[in-house]
């Protein structure tokens, strides 16, 4: 089983990279990307377990970015923990999200509630600061009964926790994945609520900043979405990337090692890895 999508605890899963690539391992899967939001510091543990369980880890990242008013997310695979112009922006991702979070808790301080900005720093400890972490406080302190109604009530567009955020250009994004050695793949197309002309639109933009490839088959997509982003894929001549999108038990769309077949008429994103051979990844989509 190959999953190309996962979260630790650097950014908003709650296991660590280790616990992550044991859990991974208990769970079937021989090739893990390790996929933190903006941040790649959890890559030399997950390699160090990958190393004793077997795993084929794949180095790998999902950068936020804004795209005509809305946030997407583009994973990078393959991509080297080493590269400096990447760590350096990544760095500056993580101090705009701390910014971020100080005007969320004085948001909700505006409805009452107090702590919020130093209690979601504890709960991120050194990883970056989420809306995760932030949900986590509000649950705990009973300002809604799930993660779920917490988003719903206090974290999103309209309500006292949500500030507009400018992530990084779709074009920076891209370019700091392929020059780093990666590839750049589109995280779940089917979550972002927009248009067939702007899914066009952007799928072109994408392509032509040198994307890769879309996610068809993810954790965040209905049965109906493979199919259809399959589609996606083959009218733009993008390839196809498979992961759970997996964050934590309890918190996740999927469960690890559980991803269904890809649509026949993909090209797995890993057909071209030198490392495919090997793995017996380029027959088979699992
Ligand atoms: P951030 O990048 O800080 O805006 O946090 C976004 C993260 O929050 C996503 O990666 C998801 O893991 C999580 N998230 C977003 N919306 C929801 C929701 N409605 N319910 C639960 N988790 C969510
Ligand atoms: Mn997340
Ligand atoms: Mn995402
Ligand atoms: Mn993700």
């Not at 990544?90 to 409805?111: F, P």
């Not at 509630?113 to 130093?118: K, P």
């Not at 370019?175 to 793949?185: M, N, T």
């Not at 979550?191 to 954790?219: C, D, H, N, W």
């Amino acid at each position: 089983m190959i999953d190309l999508h996962a979260h630790s605890t650097v950014s908003d899963g709650l296991l660590t990279p280790t616990q992550l690539v044991e859990h991974a391992a208990n769970n079937g899967v021989r090739v893990l990307a390790l996929t933190d939001h903006d941040d790649i510091r959890g890559l030399p543990e997950a390699r160090h377990a990958a190393a004793k369980q077997n795993i084929h880890l794949i180095n790998g990242v999902e950068i936020s970015v804004s795209w005509n008013k809305r946030t997407l997310h583009v994973v990078g695979l393959n991509i080297d923990p080493d590269d400096e112009m990447l760590n350096s922006a990544l760095a500056d991702v993580r101090a705009a999200r701390i910014e971020r979070a100080r005007k969320m808790s004085q948001g909700l301080e505006k409805v009452g509630i107090y702590g919020a900005f130093e209690a979601a720093s504890e709960y991120a400890e050194d990883g970056i600061l989420t809306r995760v972490h932030f949900a986590r406080f509000l649950v705990e302190k009973n300002y809604a009964k799930d993660t779920k109604s917490v988003f719903k009530k206090f974290l999103v567009k309209g309500k006292p926790g949500y500030v507009e955020h400018e992530w990084m250009s779709l074009e920076s994004a891209v370019g700091l994945i392929k020059k780093s050695g990666g590839v750049a793949v589109l995280a779940h197309p089917g979550r972002y609520e927009i248009k067939r002309t702007s899914m066009l639109l952007l799928l072109e933009e994408f392509r032509a900043l040198g994307g890769e490839a879309i996610e068809v088959v993810t954790g965040s997509h209905t049965t109906a979405q493979y199919v259809e982003y399959a589609k996606y894929a083959q009218m733009f001549g993008l390839k196809a990337s498979q992961g759970s999108d997996y964050h934590g038990h309890g918190i996740s769309f999927m469960g690890m090692g559980r991803l269904p077949a890809m649509p026949s008429q993909c090209v797995p994103v890993w057909s071209d890895w030198p490392q495919a051979g090997t793995l017996g990844m380029a027959v088979a989509a699992h």
